[in-house]
C-alpha cells in the first residue's frame, strides 16, 4: 500500500494538468489509500502510511515548508482514528474529515505564527491548502475506500 501511496502521490510530477486539479485528484487517491490501508490491514500499518507519505511528499518538492510535515502527519493521524472511531456510523464521512481540516488548519496557523509567517505571501496559499482541500479530498477519499473495499472483499 505504501509503494501504491508513493506512486500516487508521485502523479502530480509527471501529469500536465493545472495545480488544482492535482490537488483534488490526487489529494482523494491518497486518503483512499489511507484509508483503506486502515480497513485492509488495521491501525498500525494505516498510521505507518500515515507518517511516511509526508516525508515522501517533503522529499518530491510538494511539500515546501519544512513545518508542514508534522502538520500533515497529525491531520493523516486524526483522519484514521475518527474513522476507525466512526467507521459504522453514519457520520464516517463528516466527522473524520472535519477533524483533520481542523487540525491542519490550527496546526498550520500555529506554525505559520511561530515562524513569523503571518503576514508573508505563503500564508493565505498554506491555509487555504490545509482548508477546503483537505476536507474535500478526504470526504471524497472516504468514500472512495468504502468503494474500493467492496470491490476487494468480493475479489479476495
Known amino acids: 500500500m505504501l509503494a501504491v501511496a508513493v ?23 491518497v486518503n483512499m489509500i489511507l484509508v483503506l490501508t486502515f480497513m485492509l490491514n488495521g491501525f498500525k500499518a494505516a498510521l505507518l502510511l500515515a507518517c511516511l507519505l509526508p516525508v515522501f511528499a517533503y522529499f518530491e518538492g510538494q511539500l515546501l515548508l519544512p ?14 482514528y475518527l474513522f476507525s472511531r466512526f467507521q459504522y ?35 493565505k496559499a498554506v491555509l487555504y491548502a490545509m482548508s477546503i482541500p483537505q476536507f474535500v479530498t478526504s470526504l471524497a477519499g472516504i468514500w472512495a475506500a468504502g468503494r474500493m473495499y467492496v470491490l476487494l472483499e468480493n475479489k479476495i
Not at 10 to 17: A, E, K, N, Q, Y
Not at 67 to 74: E, N, S, T, Y
Not at 97 to 117: I, R, W
Request: proline share 6%; aromatic share 10%; with cysteine.
Open 7 to 29: 506512486i500516487l502521490q508521485s502523479l502530480r510530477l509527471v501529469l500536465p494538468l493545472p495545480l488544482i486539479v492535482t490537488t483534488y485528484f490526487i489529494g482523494i487517491l
Open 67 to 80: 513545518f508542514l510535515l508534522p502538520v500533515v502527519i497529525c491531520g493523516n493521524v486524526v483522519l484514521l
Open 89 to 123: 456510523s453514519r457520520f464516517r464521512l463528516v466527522l473524520p474529515s472535519l477533524g483533520k481540516v481542523l487540525v491542519m488548519f490550527c496546526s498550520a496557523c500555529l506554525g505559520l505564527f511561530l515562524f513569523g509567517l503571518m503576514e508573508s505571501a505563503v500564508c
